[in-house]
């Protein structure tokens, strides 16, 4: 017994501080004495620690020989022992390394943005989530320079494109490479042009990232070699700090959404031509509503009648339309709602002497403004470290994305779209009634029949467009995705000169996606059933070695070796069933076997590439930096191995002079070659199988293959400058650079007596050239008051300077590569010119068709920008950020349907003659007629305007129209976001509870919107994510919001 109390007594003995607890207070202070909250205070080589108050004070208990140590971001971590003290003030000293900004390189190493030479922006984590945005990308909106975001519409989870110095290419990637801590991930948009394509991107927790990056030149970006063409993107996500307390984090956002801007619709007129109310028509130039008689119609009830499965209204046919009511307002009520998210985010980081964590789950839960189209996605998220020698340490980062979304057939040409269908309706038909039964003249009973407005009793199965409601209650879109990205690494310091980085990822997820169109619906009257399933994986491998050596006192050298190992695989099954056989109203693909109409598809798309990259870096007196470095690549896409060098130049120039004004100043030029690779399997001409049955052949592809390939080679070079002024307050930075996109692959035309309609291969060159500007500075700083200003600008002109073979090559819809013009230019008929550009008319003073195909207009802007303000004052928050487009064209294709249509409120204007005039058919209206139309001078005076106009070559379906004179200026100014909030410090729930922080906010996304564009948002794309741009048929409009957000330190 008593040597076992004896063992007890020598363990305290060997911590006799333990026996002397005690409590120590202090105050916490910067060298101007400004206290400093949340400052870490931890007994050395324990977890036990606290945090300071906002008013910089804190309060532990400690022994009387431990040692505390003070640590907070952005100031030299300092270690002060007890020694019996029982109150220890410290004063907290800027830590000028840490200060200095710090970029992540395209490989995931750290470097100075000061002695960089090459451009980029960095986005912090504050800016990305104070936007609204539900996912990454538009949250980028407004906040780099050369950076371009375009949205394709407003419906959840819908994405975006990203568009770094201009578009590089033609018929290839479009979008930047995609880094996330250290490892490339996809962000792949795919998916049919009739709905909300997602983008990957979107998949990751905006609340994790601790900053969003943007290479944007080719010097930055080399060392990706084939995939950096288009910029890279490089996103870091939150971790953990060693010898930090737990902390939870909790924010709830709840946002509601309503429509931007509308299309306005007249309503009265109703369907019919000519003046005359025919239901057999699509248009509704028919007679004035307000001119009927009133009261109920007169039907026949002798025959033919519908009965609705949702209110047992019965319809008969009309024999006389007496009925002034209209259902222009009800209708659109009917398919649009106010949309609005829930989001619940919670994290928890902390950390001991060896290891760290950070933990976050988010759950998000979107209506979208058209009913019954939703977007649900969860995350989570686990990113730990831990320290296994002083030389070793290892992190893993893990996170797991679910969405599911039900999407709505929306855009573009399909008849089956919800937007087509409600905008043509006529005024004085009623949507709600869409199914019931039809039951015929003979008596023949046809259940769940659509009914339309242009088949009024769904007497047929086809009813040549939907109504709006069949299409958001009875076709199915639903999509559902989980993923998985992982990246460990290892990190080794074996020698004070070297280290030593092991990292590996893996990107990988499913897609899985259905449609189903039931019995009755336009395109497909049949019904068809189809089941999309995508695999796709990426795997990469980096090993990196760094070596940093003193060559003299002024000489450092920094080299860098590297091998990179990426291999991408995608599978993608396509199974449709057309038509169902049993009960075609529902999905039912297991009662439904395989017939003539059904189809199966598959294919395999393997790619994989080794590079082997290094680079030189040296740092001449603390003053000159140069880097060089190169990346030697081959793939499996292409023959051989391609090499992309690059270099860059940092000149500090402001250490050599002497200035109270010029806090910093440096000098950059840098130069780099990067590229594309070609589509797979280009270089072999593939077959396809036949039939599929007993002695079937194969089919050799219409496309010869090229074993001559070469990847698009991007050679960019820019200078620019970058200045801080008033003791680093103001900042500016100032680049030019241009591009130039050789070899660019697309498909040629070849002659068909060849055996093949096309040959993939090298044949275009395009050009950007652009100057783009950053300006931050603090205007105002007075003890708790500080504002800041950030603004950035940038234009960029694009060229296509070659196209070999061609005079055109399809981007998508009116958008083409013509040479001598920029991507994405109008290639459409309109009308006849003079030699002077001047409209050629005709003998009555109207314009004539050119049905030949030119250059109509360029949606490229001029110029962007965006200009924001921070204001701070003790707990209060305000911001905001304005965003401007300047120039460019648009061209809304949706009006120029409705005008034809007759639904537009702008051709249903009565107006009273002051003088004679004619229309285009050369009918003569006096003066004092009464007609419905617009009067115009195209040049030789006033012209009517009226149903023969609109319906000929002035509007309606077809592209054989005047489409030049519906071009709009695209012009835009958005209030991007303006945030109102205000932080708690501090707070004490309980005896027991206590909240380091709370704060409550509330933003206005995308308030207000200036522009001369009639009826869309001019940032709202058809073509989703891709190189087309600038044009709205039919597309589902943009969205504006109101969040409220609360925000909870524990």
Same mark, same amino acid.
């Given at each position: 017994?008593?040597? =076992? ?46 945090? &300071? ?18 640590? *907070? ?6 270690? @002060? ?14 830590? @000028? ?18 002695? &960089?030479?090459?451009?980029?922006? %960095? ?108 910029? /890279? ?40 031509? =000519? ?6 028509? +699509?248009?509704?130039?028919?007679? $004035? %509503? ?18 609705? =499965? ?19 307002? !009800? ?52 990113? &730990? ?9 290892? #992190? ?12 709505? @057939? ?30 015929? !003249? ?83 009257? !049949? ?62 693909? +297991? ?36 880097? /060089?470095?190169?990346?030697?690549? +081959? ?62 052949? *194969? ?37 030019? *650079? ?72 399809? %981007? ?12 994405? &230019?109008?290639?459409?008929?309109? #009308? ?5 550009? !001047? %409209? ?33 004052? $003790? ?23 409705? *005008? ?7 051709? +249903? ?26 009067i115009e001078d195209f040049g030789a005076g006033n012209v009517l305007l009226d149903e023969k106009y609109y319906r000929g070559i002035g509007a309606g379906l077809g592209f054989n129209k005047l489409n030049d004179l519906i071009i709009e200026d695209a012009t835009w100014t958005k209030l991007r976001n303006v945030t109102l909030g205000y932080t708690f410090n501090g707070l004490k729930v309980s005896s027991k509870l206590s909240l380091e922080s709370l704060r409550v906010s509330v933003t206005g996304r995308d308030l207000i919107l200036w522009t001369d564009v009639i009826d869309v948002d001019p940032e709202t794309n058809n073509y989703g994510v891709s190189n087309a741009s600038g044009m709205n048929y039919f597309n589902n409009p943009g969205t504006r919001s109101i969040l409220f957000n609360l925000q909870v330190n524990f």
């Amino acid at each position: 017994m008593s040597d =076992n109390k004896t063992i007890i007594l020598e363990k305290i003995l060997e911590n006799p501080s333990s026996l002397l607890q005690q409590q120590i207070v202090g105050h916490i202070t910067d060298k101007n004495g400004m206290p400093l909250p949340g400052v870490n205070v931890v007994i050395k080589g324990t977890n036990k620690g606290v945090t &300071s108050d906002f008013e910089g004070n804190y309060s532990i208990v400690a022994g009387s020989n431990d040692v505390l140590v003070f640590s *907070y971001l952005g100031y030299v971590t300092q270690e @002060v022992a007890t020694s019996n003290k029982v109150k220890i003030n410290i004063v907290l000293l800027e830590d @000028v390394a840490e200060l200095k900004e710090v970029i992540v390189t395209a490989i995931g190493t750290k470097l100075f943005v000061d002695e &960089s030479g090459s451009t980029s922006s %960095i986005v912090k984590s504050e800016a990305v989530t104070k936007s609204g945005e539900t996912g990454i990308i538009n949250s980028l909106s407004g906040k780099a320079s050369g950076v371009r975001i375009g949205k394709s519409n407003g419906d959840p989870g819908s994405g975006s494109s990203i568009q770094i110095r201009g578009a590089n290419t033609i018929q290839g990637a479009s979008q930047p490479l995609i880094i996330l801590d250290g490892v490339p991930v996809s962000n792949d948009n795919d998916g049919d042009v009739t709905l909300s394509r997602q983008s990957r991107l979107d998949d990751i927790n905006a609340k994790d990232i601790k900053t969003v990056q943007v290479l944007k030149g080719a010097s930055a970006a080399a060392l990706w070699g084939s995939r950096a063409a288009n910029g /890279v993107i490089v996103i870091t996500t939150n971790n953990g700090s060693l010898g930090k307390k737990p902390t939870v984090q909790y924010s709830f956002t709840h946002s509601t959404d309503e429509i931007s801007v509308r299309t306005r619709l007249q309503d009265q007129y109703g369907q019919g031509q =000519n003046g005359v109310r025919n239901i057999a028509v +699509a248009e509704s130039w028919g007679d $004035k %509503i307000s001119d009927r008689l009133g009261g109920a119609d007169v039907v026949n009830e002798s025959g033919q009648y519908f009965i609705s =499965n949702t209110t047992g209204n019965i319809y008969y046919p009309v024999t006389q339309k007496n009925s002034q009511e209209t259902f222009v307002e !009800s209708n659109f009520d009917q398919v649009f709602q106010n949309g609005t998210f829930a989001q619940h985010n919670i994290s928890v980081s902390g950390g001991g002497e060896k290891a760290s964590y950070f933990f976050s789950y988010e759950n998000l839960n979107q209506e979208g403004i058209i009913r019954n189209s939703d977007y649900k996605r969860h995350n989570l998220r686990l990113n &730990s470290q831990i320290k296994l020698a002083d030389w070793l340490s290892w #992190s893993n980062k893990i996170a797991y994305t679910n969405t599911a979304a039900n999407q709505i @057939v929306q855009a573009g040409e399909t008849t089956n779209g919800v937007l087509l269908g409600l905008l043509r309706t006529s005024p004085d038909f009623d949507i709600t009634d869409y199914i019931g039964t039809y039951v015929a !003249s003979n008596g023949t009973v046809s259940p769940n029949r659509q009914r339309t407005y242009r088949r009024h009793l769904g007497e047929t199965l086809a009813p040549i467009y939907n109504n709006p409601l069949w299409t958001i209650n009875e076709q199915k879109a639903p999509t559902e995705v989980n993923r998985f990205i992982i990246s460990p690494e290892l990190t080794m310091d074996p020698l004070n000169w070297l280290k030593i980085i092991l990292r590996g990822g893996l990107d990988y997820y499913t897609d899985s996606r259905s449609s189903f169109f039931p019995v009755g619906s336009a395109v497909t009257n !049949s019904s068809s059933w189809n089941k999309t399933d995508i695999n796709n994986r990426e795997i990469n491998f980096d090993g990196i070695a760094i070596a940093t050596q003193n060559i003299t006192e002024n000489v450092d050298l920094t080299a860098t070796l590297g091998v990179n190992y990426n291999d991408r695989l995608r599978f993608f099954n396509s199974n449709t069933i057309s038509p169902f056989a049993v009960d075609a109203s529902l999905p039912t693909p +297991a009662l439904n076997p395989n017939n003539s109409a059904s189809s199966w598809g598959r294919s395999e798309t393997n790619i994989r590439s080794n590079r082997g990259y290094g680079i030189l870096g040296f740092n001449l007196f603390d003053q000159l930096f140069v880097n /060089v470095s190169g990346a030697l690549e +081959a793939a499996s896409t292409i023959k051989g191995s391609y090499f992309y060098p690059s270099a860059d130049v940092a000149w500090q120039f402001s250490d050599i002079i002497e200035s109270e004004t010029l806090s910093f100043g440096k000098l950059r030029v840098a130069w780099g070659k990067v590229g594309i690779q070609p589509a797979p399997y280009k270089f072999n001409t593939l077959a396809t199988t036949g039939f599929a049955t007993f002695g079937g052949s *194969y089919l050799v592809d219409s496309e010869k293959g090229n074993s001559n390939l070469k990847p698009e080679i991007k050679t960019e070079w820019e200078v620019g400058t970058d200045l801080r002024f008033f003791k680093n307050r103001l900042s500016l930075g100032l680049t030019y *650079y241009e591009n130039e996109t050789k070899d660019i692959l697309f498909a040629v035309n070849t002659n068909p007596s060849s055996g093949y309609t096309t040959k993939y291969t090298n044949a275009a060159v395009i050009e950007n050239k652009g100057f783009e500007l950053d300006l931050n500075g603090i205007i105002v700083d007075i003890e708790d008051f500080k504002v800041s200003l950030n603004a950035n600008f940038n234009n960029n002109k694009n060229l296509v300077v070659d196209i070999a073979g061609a005079e055109t090559v399809d %981007i998508g819809g009116t958008s083409k590569a013509v040479k001598g013009y920029p991507m994405s &230019s109008f290639w459409l008929p309109g #009308s006849l010119r003079n030699d002077d550009g !001047s %409209i050629a008319l005709d003998a009555r003073g109207f314009p004539q068709l050119d049905l030949n195909r030119r250059v109509l207009g360029d949606p490229n802007p001029d110029w962007r920008g965006g200009l924001g303000m921070d204001l701070n004052w $003790k707990g209060l928050d305000f911001s905001f950020l304005f965003e401007h487009s300047q120039g460019g064209e648009y061209i809304n294709r949706t009006n120029l349907v409705l *005008y034809g249509f007759g639904n537009h409120v702008n051709v +249903a204007k009565e107006i009273t003659l002051t003088e004679d005039l004619t229309n285009i058919a050369g009918t003569v209206f006096t003066a004092g007629t009464t007609v419905r139309g617009n009067i115009e001078d195209f040049g030789a005076g006033n012209v009517l305007l009226d149903e023969k106009y609109y319906r000929g070559i002035g509007a309606g379906l077809g592209f054989n129209k005047l489409n030049d004179l519906i071009i709009e200026d695209a012009t835009w100014t958005k209030l991007r976001n303006v945030t109102l909030g205000y932080t708690f410090n501090g707070l004490k729930v309980s005896s027991k509870l206590s909240l380091e922080s709370l704060r409550v906010s509330v933003t206005g996304r995308d308030l207000i919107l200036w522009t001369d564009v009639i009826d869309v948002d001019p940032e709202t794309n058809n073509y989703g994510v891709s190189n087309a741009s600038g044009m709205n048929y039919f597309n589902n409009p943009g969205t504006r919001s109101i969040l409220f957000n609360l925000q909870v330190n524990f």
